[in-house]
């Protein structure tokens, strides 16, 4: 005899296995949330995070920018520093340079036959004033001086007999040029 099992038995394995699917799409659709929500919270705090950064980098970047600031700040006082101290080491250099060219032309005249009366400086021009026994002793006087070093050149700007205590002497003024660096 034939058996013939009328139940729907594969509509009850149709049911069970529909119930499944639907389990399994209900679990990948929570999963799927879960995960979003957990890559949303890596995502929150890793922004959080790199602008906690940023805000310390810009703090950091200031304090270099202060700090650089004072540095300009230091090389300009150092090169303001520099050039007085320039300066100063060469008035230091020069400041005996006058009283020694004084001294050197003091020894240049003769003692005897020329005194010397004002002796005036403005830049490189010396103005010699003075008087001389004779015109020759003024004249070898100014030939002396031509031949002194610091001196580049002379020139006679007047020479005129005066009486001085009832001796005749000649009354003279030299204009010279001093050579550069004296």
Same mark, same amino acid.
């Given at each position: =005899?034939?058996?013939?099992?009328?139940?729907?038995?594969?509509?009850?394995?149709?049911?069970?296995?529909?119930?499944?699917?639907?389990?399994?799409?209900?679990?990948?659709?929570?999963?799927?949330?879960?995960?979003?929500?957990?890559?949303?919270?890596?995502?929150?705090?890793?922004?959080?995070?790199?602008?906690?950064?940023?805000?310390?980098?810009?703090?950091?970047?200031?304090?270099?920018?202060?700090?650089?600031?004072?540095?300009?700040?230091?090389?300009?006082?150092?090169?303001?520093?520099?050039?007085?101290?320039?300066?100063?080491?060469?008035?230091?250099?020069?400041?005996?340079?006058?009283?020694?060219?004084?001294?050197?032309?003091?020894?240049?005249?003769?003692?005897?036959?020329?005194?010397?009366?004002?002796?005036?400086?403005?830049?490189?021009?010396?103005?010699?004033?003075?008087?001389?026994?004779?015109?020759?002793?003024?004249?070898?006087? =100014?030939?002396?001086?031509?031949?002194?070093?610091?001196?580049?050149?002379?020139?006679?700007?007047?020479?005129?007999?005066?009486?001085?205590?009832?001796?005749?002497?000649?009354?003279?003024?030299?204009?010279?040029? =001093?050579?550069?660096?004296?």
């Amino acid at each position: =005899m034939i058996k013939i099992n009328l139940l729907p038995y594969h509509e009850k394995a149709k049911k069970e296995n529909i119930s499944r699917q639907i389990f399994i799409i209900a679990g990948s659709f929570i999963f799927f949330i879960l995960l979003l929500i957990y890559v949303q919270i890596q995502l929150t705090s890793t922004i959080s995070n790199l602008a906690s950064q940023v805000k310390e980098a810009e703090a950091s970047l200031a304090d270099l920018n202060k700090k650089i600031g004072d540095l300009e700040k230091f090389k300009t006082n150092k090169k303001e520093l520099e050039q007085k101290l320039a300066v100063i080491h060469t008035l230091e250099e020069n400041r005996l340079a006058p009283v020694k060219t004084l001294d050197d032309l003091a020894a240049l005249v003769p003692s005897k036959n020329i005194w010397l009366t004002k002796i005036t400086q403005k830049g490189n021009n010396f103005k010699i004033e003075g008087v001389g026994r004779d015109n020759i002793t003024v004249a070898d006087f =100014m030939k002396t001086i031509e031949k002194f070093e610091p001196i580049k050149s002379v020139d006679l700007v007047s020479s005129k007999k005066t009486e001085i205590s009832g001796i005749t002497l000649q009354l003279f003024i030299f204009s010279c040029v =001093m050579k550069k660096g004296f």
